[in-house]
């Protein structure tokens, strides 16, 4: 078990070495990843990587939160952009798809998985960079959406309507993908994958004017 940690220095060298692990750690897995290949893979020397991460657990768990982190950060300016709410909900379920169909975000997935028993500090660090800021996200411009009549005003559970909208985005795709691979995912199951969890969403939570969005022209949904 490992705390959280922070190196005391960073800069580009530091940028250096997150990078070169984490495509270490991503390909070779936590036990399969030794620190010569990770120095070798950043063109650092082992004492530079040290003298920032003194333990390969702290660079693994570095890691972890700076891929998260940014992930987190892209889906902060779409859950917050200016645009209708059917609009933001379709631009952020794509982004959540994405993530979990990305190369990086697949293999995170499989690796805090199979880390989590020996690890975990790592399973509630990916749990709560990822799942738990997601969620407070969405809650968050849940509630500006009730403010202004988009969503209804009796949904008391929150943390329950982001979860349906998440997990609606990642029907059909996020097992597919872990299990036989991005390779069976198209473009058009995409497509329909998120059209489907706005759908859902905006008819079951969504007041009569945010419906009335999913039922207009394009262009009338848009002005």
């Not at 997150?18 to 120095?39: P, Q, T």
């Not at 768990?61 to 379709?90: K, N, S, Y």
């Amino acid at each position: 078990m490992f705390k959280e940690y922070r190196p005391a220095v960073t800069g580009r060298k530091v940028d250096k070495v997150l990078r070169g692990a984490r495509d270490v750690f991503l390909r070779d897995g936590y036990h399969g990843a030794s620190v010569d290949e990770i120095a070798r893979e950043a063109a650092v020397s082992k004492a530079t990587l040290y003298s920032y991460f003194p333990d390969k657990a702290q660079l693994f768990e570095a890691v972890f939160r700076e891929m998260m982190g940014g992930a987190i950060w892209e889906l902060d300016r779409l859950i917050t952009a200016d645009l209708p709410i059917d609009e933001v909900l379709r631009f952020t379920g794509h982004l959540i798809a994405s993530q979990y169909l990305s190369e990086a975000g697949h293999r995170a997935l499989r690796l805090a998985i199979a880390e989590a028993p020996r690890f975990p500090v790592l399973g509630e660090a990916f749990y709560e960079s990822s799942s738990v800021r997601l969620h407070r996200l969405f809650q968050s411009q849940f509630r500006i959406w009730q403010q202004e009549g988009m969503l209804r005003n009796d949904l008391d559970d929150l943390t329950l309507a982001a979860d349906c909208f998440i997990l609606l985005c990642a029907a059909r795709l996020r097992d597919k993908v872990l299990l036989v691979g991005r390779m069976h995912v198209d473009d058009g199951l995409i497509h329909r994958t998120v059209e489907n969890a706005v759908q859902v969403f905006l008819r079951a939570y969504g007041t009569p004017d945010a419906i009335a969005l999913l039922d207009a022209p394009p262009q009338k949904a848009r002005a």
